[in-house]
Nanobody
């Protein structure tokens, strides 16, 4: 069983920055592809970014050049650095761990990011 705990959400003004963290427990961290997803009110959950244990990255077009995903395998933690935030980035952000072989997904409970002046 994988437990994921997100932190770092909050209220920020447009153009500001936030850094989200996700700590994983109860697993061999390196065998999971880690990712961040988000879900705005009334919308479907969407992919934001993913990172493999080897450092391969993928981003949604809407966040390319503004968000950076990274992971520290020694600390079992994945990060999402969000810069130049826009009101449309407002959402609940969820950490995801996908097993490399079984593709089973695990989810955190989410952290809310609100971008507003």
């Amino acid at each position: 069983q994988v437990q994921l705990v997100e932190s770092g959400g909050g209220l920020v003004q447009p153009g500001g920055s936030l850094r989200l963290s996700c700590a994983a427990d109860g697993t061999i961290f390196s065998i999971y592809v880690m990712g961040w997803y988000r879900q705005a009110p009334g919308e479907q959950r969407e992919l934001v970014a993913t990172i493999t244990s080897g450092g391969n990255l993928a981003y949604a077009d809407s966040v390319k050049g503004r968000f950076t995903i990274s992971r520290d395998n020694a600390k079992n933690t994945v990060y999402l650095q969000m810069n130049s935030l826009k009101p449309e980035d407002t959402a609940a952000y969820f950490c995801n761990a996908r097993h490399l072989l079984t593709h089973r997904d695990y989810w955190g409970k989410g952290t809310v990011v609100t971008v507003s002046s």
